[in-house]
């Protein structure tokens, strides 16, 4: 993101210094995460302790300092998930794609986590790509999910166009 690019942001909040998370929020839907050169940038235009972003930046799960791959896979390991089997679908993914939570893999396809609940207990275990739910999952499903997700495919469609 150009410097051009970052100060029409903060245009947009009319330069305040109090837009600080609304700004952040933007940076990251656009790059998906929130480059370091970024925040100094920000901190210089805001007249805010480059500290200070860093610390508001690492607050808040939603924000990532590592760059995100194409699709994030949010796989809940909350209790109601849990107990019908979440670790054993994070395995599967870990299986499939090389990686572990809080990883990417290296074409930058996936980012995989993990969370304690994804707030649709009932559909358990559950598992979000893209911010789709996918409820009932197994290990088993978890390959055929992938696919629908893989270079080549359109996204979030059921595989078959
Ligand atoms: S525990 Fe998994 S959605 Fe709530």
């Given at each position: 993101m150009t410097h051009e690019e970052i100060d029409s942001i903060i245009e947009r909040y009319h330069?305040?210094?109090?837009a600080i998370l609304a700004i952040l929020q933007d940076i990251q839907a656009k790059e998906k995460y929130l480059p370091k050169e970024t925040l100094e940038h920000l901190g210089e235009r805001l007249h805010i302790p480059s500290s200070k972003i860093y610390r508001i930046a690492t607050f808040?799960?939603?924000?990532?300092?590592m760059p995100r791959g194409r699709h994030e896979i949010v796989v809940c390991l909350g209790t109601a998930c849990h107990v019908r089997g979440g670790q054993r679908v994070v395995d599967q993914f870990t299986m499939e794609l090389g990686i572990r939570s809080g990883e990417t893999t290296p074409d930058w396809n996936f980012t995989l986590e993990t969370v304690?609940?994804?707030?649709?207990?009932?559909?358990?275990p559950v598992v979000a790509i893209d911010g789709q739910y996918f409820g009932k999952m197994s290990s088993t499903k978890v390959e055929e999910t992938l696919k629908k997700f893989r270079p080549g495919k359109k996204e979030g469609t059921n595989g078959k166009d």
């Open positions: 330069g305040k210094e109090s808040f799960r939603a924000f990532s300092l304690n609940c994804l707030g649709v207990c009932a559909a358990g």
